[in-house]
């Protein structure tokens, strides 16, 4: 669906974190996003946004990837149909160990990656959401929502462009 | 904002932009096949097809094709299975161990060094499978619900635990190469019209390049990161498993988990030299894959090197220390047998060719360097060949014996195996970026040559000049 933004474009990533740092002091609006070509380290605390559970949803993945290759070698080879070979346990944990860690491995990382693109939105085909097609390349824009900054549009029009945008502008976008 | 020493080697040389960044590696991909491309890839191809027809007749013939015997069982295609295995390992330890320790250096060559570990392990994973004798039925190696009889497979057997090792670390490396894809091809997608706007739409997930996106994407790199590099330590080691966990005189060893891995990171950065030192050329990258790229580079090969160097000799000295009269034979015929130009082969071009790189003027000419990253390839090949047949061909029966030379099928499926790692290698610097673009721009502000320059000059600090 199609709103309206306010968008400021910069071309360097450090006058983007003054100015957003400056506005925000300036005229406490809530700031949509930003986009840009690549990470910008420290950006998230001036947005305000928590630390990513990501890594969190890693571990129980993991977990999960171990209790299954450990269950699953575990209960085929000690209960459905245990092997004698050469007169060895049929319980050999040490020997459950590879696989086990193979499957923790396999699990976590692809449902972790499967978890990124879910939270993200991302799959084959999705459209892409984006201010301006140079902010893959080498521009970094900050948008903010028209609806939610109000009359306050006009002042941080003014801020984005004292504090270094080389270009503000209004626009009917889908973010 | 990181503090980066202005006496540090800078990692872009020249003038440079974020958009001259996007525009040289974007490049290559948009404009027409060069020259040198279009012929790079024919000979590939028709590698790939010579190739293809040797593993037809070897499936039409069967494993007989090949020039093993009832005491040489593993020749050529488990040693251009260990081989290629090994070569992948620098790309998963380029892109997960040295992002872990925050090398700056990797961002110029982790994506084609990736790219080259998928190529390399579907290379490897042709071998065992060809070797199972009827591939189509190579899914009774998984421990499926069974209805062909009633047993599961044997999890206390390192040659399964292989067939999880290196199907893992196939699946979860190209799952890593291609998450740190999706920005870049965002980039081309950005670019592009028409029918390569679709295509590229479709396989960029529609990355945004939100910071929301940018947050989860550091922390999912990170992680895989994190897992990759046990994973990587792990298939190597398991691979040796195959070997050191069975009774044969010359496999038996306890080092050969550290010397496996060594070796095959040792192997793995001589090919990513020598195809680096193509690449850069053919691309015109010089300035992203500087020769600093290529001198920290040859100083993991040397370090790597006198690792598996120092193993050889363990591995002679433990089999005479060890007063196992079988173990000290295995050791003297390979060095004495009939075998011999194979060892020696292996310790020329392993032991002492990486010590060349003490010399720094050696690691900065770029001569020298790809001629050694292929002698380092040959002694990677032949280490695999030695430990593999000298150790089989001559068993505790002396009657039984045997020689062993591989056939026409062998070496054409090996010198074939090379077409399909380059045709995949072509198609991959033909159509995705092969320098992660957004990760460069991010070294840009601490380790561009002019940036280098600008804070040498506030902070009144002399550059000495180093002259190649």
């Given amino acids: 669906m199609k709103n309206k933004y306010l968008l400021g474009f910069f071309n360097d990533e450090e006058v983007l974190m003054h100015a957003l740092e400056e506005v925000k002091k300036e005229t406490q609006a809530p700031i949509h996003e930003v986009y840009s070509p690549f990470p910008i380290h420290g950006i998230d605390d001036i947005l305000g946004y928590k630390r990513t559970r990501l890594p969190i949803a890693a571990f129980l993945f993991g977990c999960v990837g171990l209790s299954c290759g450990l269950g699953m070698q575990t209960w085929m080879l000690g209960y459905d149909w245990p092997m004698n070979i050469g007169g060895k346990p049929y319980l050999a944990w040490p020997d459950f160990v590879p696989v086990s860690f193979e499957f923790t491995v396999l699990v976590t990382a692809f449902g972790m990656v499967g978890t990124f693109l879910l939270a993200c939105g991302f799959f084959p085909g999705a459209p892409a959401k984006i201010p301006d097609p140079r902010v893959t390349d080498d521009l970094f824009c900050v948008a903010f929502n028209a609806s939610a900054i109000g009359d306050k549009a006009q002042a941080i029009s003014q801020a984005l462009k004292h504090h270094g945008a080389i270009e503000v502008r209004e626009q009917e976008v889908e973010l | ?468």
């Fill in chain 2, 1 to 468: 904002m990181t503090y980066e020493s202005p006496l540090r080697r800078p990692l872009i040389t020249g003038k440079t932009s974020y958009k001259q960044i996007t525009d040289d590696i974007a490049g290559p991909v948009e404009a027409k096949p060069t020259k040198w491309w279009t012929y790079g890839f024919a000979v590939s191809f028709a590698a790939l097809c010579l190739y293809l027809f040797s593993v037809g007749y070897l499936l039409f013939t069967g494993v007989g094709a090949w020039g093993l015997n009832k005491t040489v069982d593993w020749g050529w295609d488990i040693t251009n299975f260990v081989f290629w295995v090994g070569i992948g390992h620098a790309g998963t330890l380029i892109s997960a161990v040295l992002l872990l320790f925050r090398q700056k250096w990797r961002t110029a060559v982790n994506r084609s060094a990736e790219a080259m570990t998928i190529f390399a392990v579907v290379c490897a994973g042709m071998y065992p499978l060809l070797h199972a004798g009827r591939p189509w039925v190579i899914y009774w190696g998984l421990p499926l619900p069974n209805t062909f009889g009633s047993l599961w497979v044997n999890f206390n057997s390192p040659l399964l635990w292989d067939i999880f090792a290196i199907s893992t670390y196939f699946s979860v490396s190209l799952v890593f190469w291609y998450v740190g894809l999706i920005p870049d091809i965002a980039t081309i997608r950005d670019r592009a019209t028409g029918l390569s706007k679709t295509i590229y739409g479709v396989l960029s997930f529609g990355w945004n390049g939100s910071a929301k996106a940018w947050s989860r994407f550091e922390v999912v790199s990170l992680v895989l990161a994190g897992l990759s590099t046990p994973l990587v330590l792990s298939v190597h080691t398991i691979v040796s498993m195959d070997f050191a966990t069975s009774v044969i005189p010359g496999w038996h060893t306890t080092i050969f988990p550290p010397y496996f891995v060594a070796g095959a990171i040792f192997s793995g950065f001589a090919m990513v030299l020598t195809l680096l030192i193509i690449a850069r050329k053919a691309m015109r990258l010089e300035h992203l894959i500087t020769l600093n790229h290529i001198d920290v580079m040859c100083k993991i090969i040397m370090v790597t090197g006198s690792i598996v160097g120092s193993a050889y000799i363990t591995e002679f000295f433990i089999a005479w220390y060890s007063a196992v009269e079988y173990e000290r034979y295995a050791f003297i015929n390979r060095a004495f047998g009939p075998y011999w130009w194979a060892y020696w082969s292996m310790m020329t071009c392993n032991v002492i060719t990486p010590q060349l790189f003490w010399s720094r003027k050696l690691r900065r000419n770029l001569l020298a360097v790809f001629i050694i990253s292929i002698f380092v390839n040959i002694g990677m090949w032949f280490e695999r060949f030695v430990i593999i047949v000298t150790s089989l061909h001559r068993d505790y029966l002396p009657s039984s014996w045997a020689m062993y030379s591989p056939t026409w099928v062998e070496i054409s499926m090996f010198v074939g195996s090379f077409g399909l790692f380059f045709t995949l290698f072509f198609l991959f610097a033909k159509f995705l970026p092969v320098i992660a673009i957004a990760e460069v721009k991010t070294v840009v502000k601490t380790s561009s040559e002019e940036f280098i320059a600008e804070t040498a000059k506030k902070d009144g600090i002399k550059i000495p000049v180093e002259v190649d």
